[in-house]
């Protein structure tokens, strides 16, 4: 016979044994009750007992338990164990906490049955129970198991002396203060008799089950181990790597990832592209001339200041007007024609070459600037013990294959880009342009799930025992085990709520209090920690989050009432890296309407890079600059050497020189002046023109500046003794 037929056998002598004893008739309950939920009952005296049932919830039980028959003989119920179906408000209760397990053990024929009740020690053993009276004064507790091979799941009571609940199944028989669950092994001896030798061993920890993979979560951490895991260990240290530990200034830690021979390629694209456009010109090379490293500078210097002064969508006619309205830096910088033209002629690749790699890569046409660009950033910092892999969107709304759409974004359209992010240093280490479908036959073509892109994002830290936070697009339970294996790195992420590792009991609200958690642990070769999280809101919600860097279920206290775990918190303080990098750049942004992707994705490196130096400017300074400041000071460094220049251009008018001035400050040397014509004119007999004086004018003077000769009409005299005004402002 079966161990399943003598249990079931042994349920219908034990029920019949209820009925005969129950004066108001046979139970309520048939034979499928009786599989479905169970109790054990707590006899506190062998007399009358009471009506009132004291007990906790418990889980759906998967094994039905049974009692000593003899017991029933000596006193009745007292000692028996019945169906229990009413559950009283899931509210009462508390997060668990870890119990341990005492064990009475009932022999009946072949098979022992072990009745399981919470108890303070760390070991099960036997315990005689004499005059049919077990006091138990212990936290209560609920437990189930199947066939003492599988799932064993509990709950504690938010008090242990809670007021007693009534129980409309109890019928008079007993007060019962634990529910407890039966373990059943096999065991010698004859029908009825009782074990009196003391067995210690081991109790089944409680788990659950997930509800699709059958992967074993435990209930309460049991590692006991203190030394800290390789994948904790930092092996390589933060802080600013290689050449840029040597760069003091603004200008050089932007050049850092903006090298020279960047600039150089820009340059030289751009110049096959205006000379494309030249042919439109009437005179030509006149009015569409090429450009060089000096001019391209001071035209990314111009975005930098338009992003400072928030003139980044201003129309140009705005900036560039002659009222008297418009700063005098992007006059005396170039024309408003000369920046439309470099706007519209700006390249970053070979155009003669675009067509055959655009068969093969749809990032052909920024692809060589853009992984320079993120090559540099990963070798000229090494980030700190936690980083955030997040999604970036540059907003565009032209036409691009891969342009993509995410609603919870503050821009809907536009390019994403998958991001590394230092969390305390907002420092970006890597990027990767999402670049929609490659086609077939492409040495770019790569997966674009969300464990094959986590994986290119952490190729800069792998092994050197840091920390990922990443959002539930990334996060599931294989990656986080196969990052810990196999890259020496923990994760901490939320999870979405259809992953099928997830036990049924984490996703269920019911009775569920405000600010509780619940916690499952994995076991190996699973490595994971997984809590469910109610917050206090009107709305009932649960906040799943996994963690490989945390072993424990300890309660943030600085959360106060709200009683996060720490895992939370930590997620929340670690998981704005990209958010905060995103609004970085948006609170200063250098990006220009454009129907060209390739455009806006390198407005976006220049955001970026921006924030970037200064974080490098920052660590080797030390200096406490607002980034403010330290964008208008990297513009105005990007367009002087421009300014200088341009100021040499015979022609310039007199009103555009005198802003160039002022733009370069009081320590600049400057030549406003036109300059005096030569000794064979004046010879001739012909008057000099004034030299402050516009062309329209056309003034003849006799008069002549007493410090620099320079011929001057009344007009622009400054003192009796002639002294031009040019030269009085130098004095002063």
Not at 155 to 161: A, F, G, I, T, Y
Not at 235 to 244: D, N
Not at 457 to 473: E, H, K, L, P, Q
Request: net charge positive; proline share 5%; hydrophobic share 30%.
């Amino acid at each position: 016979m079966d161990e399943d037929s003598i249990l079931l056998g042994w349920l219908n002598e034990a029920d019949d044994a209820y009925d005969s004893e129950d004066s108001d008739g046979p139970s309520e309950h048939d034979d499928d009750d009786r599989c479905s939920e169970v109790s054990c009952s707590d006899v506190e005296n062998s007399g009358d007992v009471d009506n009132e049932v004291y007990m906790t919830p418990v889980l759906p039980v998967s094994m039905p338990i049974g009692s000593n028959q003899n017991s029933n003989t000596a006193n009745g119920a007292d000692q028996s164990l019945f169906l229990q179906n009413d559950l009283p408000p899931m509210d009462l209760f508390e997060p668990l906490q870890p119990v341990t397990l005492q064990c009475d053990t009932l022999n009946l024929d072949t098979t022992e049955y072990v009745v399981l009740e919470p108890v303070p020690s760390t070991s099960c053993q036997t315990d005689e129970i004499g005059n049919n009276q077990h006091k138990i004064s212990r936290p209560n507790v609920s437990l189930s198991q199947t066939r003492g091979r599988g799932t064993v799941r509990g709950r504690v009571s938010k008090e242990r002396d809670h007021a007693p609940v009534r129980s409309n199944n109890s019928r008079g028989r007993a007060s019962v203060r634990s529910f407890g669950a039966v373990r059943k092994r096999r065991a010698t001896g004859s029908r009825g008799a009782r074990t009196t030798q003391p067995s210690i061993h081991q109790c089944p920890p409680m788990c659950y089950i997930g509800k699709k993979n059958r992967v074993i979560w435990n209930m309460f951490h049991t590692s006991k181990t203190t030394k800290a895991r390789p994948q904790n260990i930092i092996t390589k240290l933060p802080g600013v790597l290689g050449s840029a530990r040597e760069c003091k200034t603004i200008i050089d830690c932007w050049k850092v990832f903006f090298t020279d021979s960047m600039l150089k390629n820009i340059v030289k694209y751009t110049n096959q592209k205006l000379s494309k456009i030249s042919r439109k010109f009437s005179r030509g090379e006149r009015d569409c001339y090429l450009t060089d490293e000096t001019e391209v500078s001071a035209f990314l210097g111009l975005l930098y200041i338009m992003g400072v002064k928030k003139n980044n969508h201003i129309h140009l006619d705005e900036l560039w007007a002659v009222d008297g309205t418009a700063p005098e830096i992007f006059i005396a910088t170039m024309s408003e024609r000369r920046f439309r033209l470099l706007s519209q002629a700006l390249r970053f690749d070979d155009e003669n070459t675009r067509a055959a790699r655009k068969k093969l890569d749809n990032l052909a046409p920024i692809r060589d600037i853009f992984d320079s660009f993120v090559k540099t950033c990963g070798e000229s910092y090494s980030v700190g013990d936690n980083v955030t892999i997040d999604e970036m969107m540059e907003p565009f709304r032209g036409r691009c294959k891969f342009r993509m759409y995410i609603k919870n974004k503050p821009c809907k359209y536009g390019i994403k880009i998958y991001a590394t992010v230092d969390s305390a240093t907002f420092y970006t280490a890597y990027m990767e342009i999402y670049p929609g479908t490659q086609p077939n036959d492409s040495p770019f073509k790569m997966e674009n799930d969300a464990s094959s892109v986590v994986k290119r994002c952490i190729s800069i830290i792998d092994n050197t025992g840091r920390n990922v936070t990443m959002d539930n697009f990334f996060t599931s339970i294989p990656l986080a085990n196969d990052l810990y294996s196999n890259h020496r790195l923990t994760v901490v992420g939320t999870l979405r709520k259809d992953k099928k590792e997830i036990p049924a009991e984490l996703l269920d609200i019911t009775g569920r209090r405000k600010c509780s958690s619940m916690f499952a642990f994995s076991r190996p070769p699973n490595y994971c920690s997984m809590v469910s999280y109610m917050p206090n809101k009107q709305q009932k919600m649960l906040f799943l989050l996994l963690s490989t860097l945390h072993e424990n279920d300890k309660i943030d206290e600085i959360s106060g009432d709200d009683m996060k775990p720490e895992m939370i918190t930590y997620y929340n303080a670690t998981k704005g890296g990209v958010d905060v990098v995103d609004r970085l750049k948006t609170e200063y942004c250098v990006s220009r309407i454009s129907r060209r992707w390739p455009f806006t994705v390198f407005n976006g490196l220049l955001n970026v890079g921006a924030v970037n130096a200064s974080i490098i400017f920052k660590a080797n300074t030390k200096s406490d600059l607002p980034r403010r400041k330290f964008l208008m000071e990297l513009g105005r460094h990007l367009i002087r050497d421009h300014l200088l220049r341009r100021n040499e251009i015979k022609t310039l008018s007199i009103p555009t020189k005198q802003k160039i001035k002022n733009c370069l400050g009081k320590h600049e040397e400057v030549n406003v002046r036109i300059p005096v014509e030569d000794n064979a004119t004046q010879e001739a007999g012909k008057q000099p023109k004034c030299a402050y004086c516009p062309r329209r004018k056309n003034r003849y003077t006799k008069n002549c500046c007493s410090e620099c000769q320079a011929p001057i009409c009344k007009e622009h005299v400054a003192t009796t003794v002639f002294v031009c005004s040019g030269c009085s402002n130098k004095e002063d």
